[in-house]
T-cell receptor, first 111, second 112 residues
Framework: GEDVEQSLFLSVREGDSSVINCTYTDSSSTYLYWYKQEPGAGLQLLTYIFSNMDMKQDQRLTVLLNKKDKHLSLRIADTQTGDSAIYFCAERTNSGYALNFGKGTSLLVTP | NAGVTQTPKFQVLKTGQSMTLQCAQDMNHNSMYWYRQDPGMGLRLIYYSASEGTTDKGEVPNGYNVSRLNKREFSLRLESAAPSQTSVYFC???????????FGSGTQLSVL
């Protein structure tokens, strides 16, 4: 299938902003998602964006989509230690029911 | 409201043994999925069921079979377990027309 690429690791200090980046290759992607996985748990949907949008904001989260470059980012403002987790970018295309996930970015927030 | 329930949470098998991973959802969702998660590989789709009575292969179906027993339940069977199937397995479900996948808490499987 098409690849979704993410950097594997990010470390930030508490109170700083975090930016997690993702690139995807399927230009027919209709929806793009950010999921969060805490240790020992399943994934939880954080937010998603439709492909005809370029930005979505939800409290401390801002998603930016550059459809021309097939680039998606997640910005977490005022990052807290509770934000430490693995963040997965995913895409859903017109061709399937299932999501195609990236490998995940481990975010470590230090005091 | 339990959401997506997976059993067992942990399992150790010997090579060649068989077992079935159970998944049930109580949200009346149409679609159900089985993913495996491996270090450095992210989540990869094994099988999915778009609706009751249908199943389709995902990215990595070899060595697995599935059964959509009814709308609530979607099981994953390993007929002859191999060490390469050591992984964390996640079941997920989604309502028709919805964008959100609801995940279970996972089954950690070790094949020795």
């Amino acid at each position: 299938g098409e690849d979704v690429e993410q950097s594997l690791f990010l470390s930030v200090r508490e109170g700083d902003s975090s930016v997690i980046n993702c690139t995807y290759t399927d230009s027919s992607s209709t929806y793009l998602y950010w999921y969060k996985q805490e240790p020992g748990a399943g994934l939880q949907l954080l937010t998603y964006i439709f492909s005809n949008m370029d930005m979505k904001q939800d409290q401390r989260l801002t998603v930016l989509l550059n459809k021309k470059d097939k680039h998606l980012s997640l910005r977490i403002a005022d990052t807290q230690t509770g934000d430490s987790a693995i963040y997965f970018c995913a895409e859903r295309t017109n061709s399937g029911y299932a999501l195609n996930f990236g490998k995940g970015t481990s975010l470590l927030v230090t005091p | 409201n339990a959401g997506v329930t997976q059993t067992p949470k942990f399992q150790v098998l010997k090579t060649g043994q068989s077992m079935t991973l159970q998944c049930a959802q109580d949200m009346n969702h149409n679609s159900m999925y089985w993913y495996r998660q491996d270090p450095g590989m992210g989540l990869r789709l094994i099988y999915y069921s778009a609706s009751e009575g249908t199943t389709d292969k995902g990215e990595v179906p070899n060595g697995y079979n599935v059964s959509r027993l009814n709308k609530r339940e979607f099981s994953l069977r390993l007929e002859s377990a191999a060490p390469s199937q050591t992984s964390v397995y996640f079941c997920a479900s989604r309502r028709q027309g919805g964008e959100k996948l609801f995940f279970g808490s996972g089954t950690q499987l070790s094949v020795l």
